[in-house]
Structures are given as structure tokens and as C-alpha cells.
């Protein structure tokens, strides 16, 4: 029954949540109430207790950590000035004409705003308050329409540079060298969050290939769903390139000195939060009020992670203080498949985990507890995170419990049902999980890259 209370803790969490109380103070609470009870009772060693505030301490030192509001900055204030927005506009009157151009416009926008959010719910609100009235205006499926905007939306999640990959590759960097030291390996490799931004390069213009490739075909076998525009003037192409180009520079830039060694994530982070204010300020939608709201979001968001981050260090420490690690080292072992048969069940578990939890307490919670066990069975950390990273983009996406769903649903017009959106996200959802079984069984789609840039 003792080996049980790990499960339990599990459970209880999981309960807490549901019930609509603070994520962070959930995770912390409910381990400090079972270490409280297993003290009383013998079955819990208070000093393990005392490592929190070195854990605490190592949390806030931890320089990658740096990445993340400054990445939410950069994505606020791109968001905020409305440079986004004159993104989309350009893209969509560039496209109008073509048949479907304004949903394969709302794909493209909605990489480059994925890889510069980096975060579901802000990305899929602002495309939804940007594009869903035009789209719907010119005629489009709203099934189609909704789809759209969810899937690119969820991109977010893998599309580098992405606070998700930021989060999960700090993690996963702590997991491959706990599972290392436990293999023997006291010279342990690394793997960096610019490893798993590279990894996910492919994997993310796979999908947004695929997605295009959908509409394309929709063209052709649906075309009044995806209806041709012809009430748009061209812009200008002084217009255009003003509206185009300084955006995408600027992401290119951020990403591709990642990529090539020129400058660490945290690094490529402040490049990128000062490229967006200095391109705010050139279109002239930098004022105090603009900054304030820009710092005011910014650090809403940040507070969040890093309490989010101390609650589930608190959890993770109570749960290995009662042996969860070992329980959950035990029933992989002993279950039927190897370690083909535990990813497989960690992959299932992590997806229905997406319908309560967001990324950051999965990534702060379930992959510090599983990820040392996988990888000591021998898999590649960039695989595995690469996996994790789009299963919970599908999760995020499936019906009925998806974020991107509820997250749309509360911007979107009363017209559209919720039916329709359900309806929408379905092929989106296939598209995922086809990348996903790809990646599977060829990992190379996400090894290869960094192989080559060696």
C-alpha cells in the first residue's frame, strides 16, 4: 500500500487541478500535505525537505530560464504594435486572389507568430480575432476557418524558437545526465535547448507543408469551402516588403543565430525582444502606454512559468522522497514491449495529460519523473522531446477537451457552433498524428539536421 502513495499523489493533483485551483500552488500544496502526513505517520524523511531551497536557488540561477520572458516580450510586442496584424493583412491581400489564399496566408502568419509566442493560447486568440471575422466574411467554411486557426495556432509548440522547446529542453537536459549517472556514465553528454531547436525544424515545416498541402487539396475537391477573394487590392510592393520582410528578418535572424552556433538561446532571446521594440518604434506604435502593457503581459507571463516551475520542483522532490521513481523504473521494466512498450504507454499518458494540464506542468512535472527512465533504455533526448513536444500539440488540438478549442471558442462570433470547430480540427488532428507515427519510425527526421550541421 506504501509503494501506492506516489499514484496517489498523482491522483490528487490531478483532482486539485480539476477543481479550478492554481496550478503552481496545486503542485506545491498538495506535496507539502502528503510529505506532512507521511512524517506524521513515519513513511516520509523530513530532510528531504531541506533541498528546496537549493532547488529554488538553481531554478531562479538557471541562465537558460532567461529565454523565456524575453521570448514572451519579443511575442507581446510584436502582438501589441499591431505588427502581426499588418503581417497577416499583407500576406492575406498578397494570396487574396488565389483559391484558399487566405487560409494558406492564416498557415504562414501563424508559423511565424507561433515561432515568435511560442505560446497555444496567444497565438490561437490572436488569429482568431485577426482572421476568423475575414475568413468568415469572404465566405469560408467556418468548420474550415476554425480548423485553421487551431492547427496553426498549436504550433507554437514546435515551431523553434519556442518557449515549449525552451522549457522542455532545459528539463530534458537535467533528465539525460540523471540518466547518464545512473548508467555509470560519470562523464556525462549534454543536450542543449539549441539541440532541440534544431531537431524540430523539420517536424515543424513538415506540418505546415502538410497543412498547405490539405488546403491545396481541399481547392480542388471542396473549392466553395476555401472561396478565391477578388475585393482586395494588391498592396503596393513598397507596402508589402515593409510589412513582410522586417518580421520575418527579425524571427530568421533570432532562430538562425541559434542554429548556426553564433549565439545562445538566451542570447538570440534579447536580440529578438530588442528587434520587436526597435521595429515598434520605427512603425511609430512604441509609446509609454504601448511599453506598459508590453512589461505588464510580459511579466503576468513570466510569473506564471517560474511559480509554475517552483511548484512542480517542490512536487518532483516529495515524489521521489516517497520512491516514485523507483515505482514507475519497476512497472517499466516489467512491462510487456521494452522500451518501445514504455514510450508507447508514457506517450498515451503525456497525450491525455494535455486535456487538463498545459505544457508547462507536464514538462515541470510528468517529464522530470519519466524522462531519466526512457533515456537511460537508450533513447535519443532530441527524439524524445521532439515526440513530446507534438503529442501535446495533438492533445492540445483533439476533441473535446483541446486548449486551442476553448481558447478560440472564447473569441469567437456566436454564429460559429461549437460543433464546427470540433468538426474543423479533425484532419489537423490526423496531419499530427501521421507526422507523429513518421517520426517514429524515421528519426532521422528530427536527428538528421543536427547530423548534417556538425
Given amino acids: 500500500m506504501i509503494e501506492l502513495i506516489p499514484l496517489f499523489m ?18 506545491a500544496g498538495t506535496a507539502l500535505l502528503f510529505a506532512g502526513a507521511g512524517i506524521i505517520t513515519g513513511h516520509f524523511d523530513a530532510s528531504f525537505l531541506t533541498a528546496i531551497p537549493n532547488r529554488l536557488f538553481g531554478t531562479i540561477q538557471n541562465t537558460t530560464l532567461i529565454a523565456v520572458p524575453l521570448f514572451v516580450m519579443m511575442g507581446v510586442m510584436l502582438e501589441k504594435s499591431r505588427i502581426a496584424e499588418q503581417l497577416l493583412n499583407n500576406m492575406a491581400a498578397l494570396f487574396g486572389r488565389v483559391q484558399g489564399g487566405l487560409a494558406i496566408s492564416v498557415v504562414l502568419v501563424g508559423m511565424l507568430l507561433a515561432a515568435s509566442t511560442g505560446i497555444v493560447g496567444a497565438t490561437v486568440v490572436t488569429m482568431g480575432l485577426m482572421s476568423l471575422p475575414s475568413m468568415l466574411n469572404r465566405g469560408y467554411d467556418p468548420k474550415l476557418a476554425t480548423g485553421v486557426i487551431c492547427a496553426t495556432g498549436t504550433l507554437g509548440q514546435i515551431i523553434p524558437p519556442s518557449i515549449a522547446l525552451v522549457l522542455l529542453g532545459d ?50 475537391l471542396r473549392p466553395e469551402r476555401v472561396p478565391a477573394t477578388d475585393d482586395q487590392q494588391r498592396p503596393l510592393m513598397a507596402d508589402l516588403l515593409s510589412g513582410l520582410i522586417p518580421p520575418v528578418l527579425l524571427i530568421v535572424a533570432v532562430l538562425g543565430s541559434i542554429l548556426v552556433g553564433a549565439a545562445t538561446p538566451t542570447e538570440a ?93 507536464i514538462t515541470f512535472v510528468v517529464v522530470p519523473i519519466v524522462g531519466p527512465i526512457l533515456l537511460a533504455m537508450g533513447l535519443d533526448p532530441v527524439w524524445l522531446g521532439i515526440m513530446i513536444a507534438i503529442n501535446l500539440q495533438t492533445s492540445f488540438l ?9 481558447y478560440l471558442r472564447g473569441v469567437a462570433p456566436n454564429s460559429v457552433k461549437t460543433a464546427d470547430i470540433y468538426r474543423g480540427v479533425m484532419p489537423f488532428v490526423l496531419i499530427q498524428l501521421l507526422v507523429l507515427g513518421m517520426i517514429a519510425l524515421w528519426p532521422s527526421l528530427v536527428t538528421g539536421l543536427a547530423e548534417l550541421l556538425k
Fill in 269 to 361: 532571446a534579447g536580440v529578438g525582444a530588442l528587434g520587436a521594440t526597435l521595429l515598434a518604434a520605427l512603425k511609430g506604435e512604441l509609446n509609454k502606454q504601448r511599453l506598459a502593457e508590453v512589461g505588464r503581459s510580459t511579466l503576468e507571463k513570466t510569473c506564471m512559468v517560474f511559480m509554475i516551475l517552483i511548484g512542480a520542483a517542490v512536487f518532483s522532490l516529495v515524489f521521489r522522497g516517497f520512491g516514485g521513481e523507483e515505482v514507475i523504473h519497476h512497472f517499466f521494466q516489467q512491462m510487456p514491449g521494452g522500451v518501445i512498450g514504455a514510450t508507447a504507454i508514457v506517450m498515451l499518458v503525456i497525450f491525455l495529460l494535455g486535456f487538463i494540464l498545459d505544457f508547462i506542468e
Fill in 398 to 406: 483533439t476533441p473535446p477537451f483541446g486548449f486551442a478549442l476553448f
Fill in 10 to 27: 498523482f491522483i490528487a493533483v490531478c483532482l486539485v487541478l480539476m477543481l479550478g485551483y492554481p496550478v503552481a500552488f496545486s503542485l
Fill in 171 to 220: 528539463i530534458l537536459s537535467s533528465a539525460y545526465q540523471q540518466a547518464q549517472l545512473n548508467m555509470g556514465v560519470f562523464n556525462p553528454k549534454t543536450v542543449s535547448v539549441g539541440d532541440l531547436f534544431i531537431g524540430a525544424l523539420i517536424p515543424g515545416l513538415l506540418l505546415v507543408t502538410l497543412y498547405i498541402a490539405y488546403l491545396l487539396i481541399l481547392v480542388k
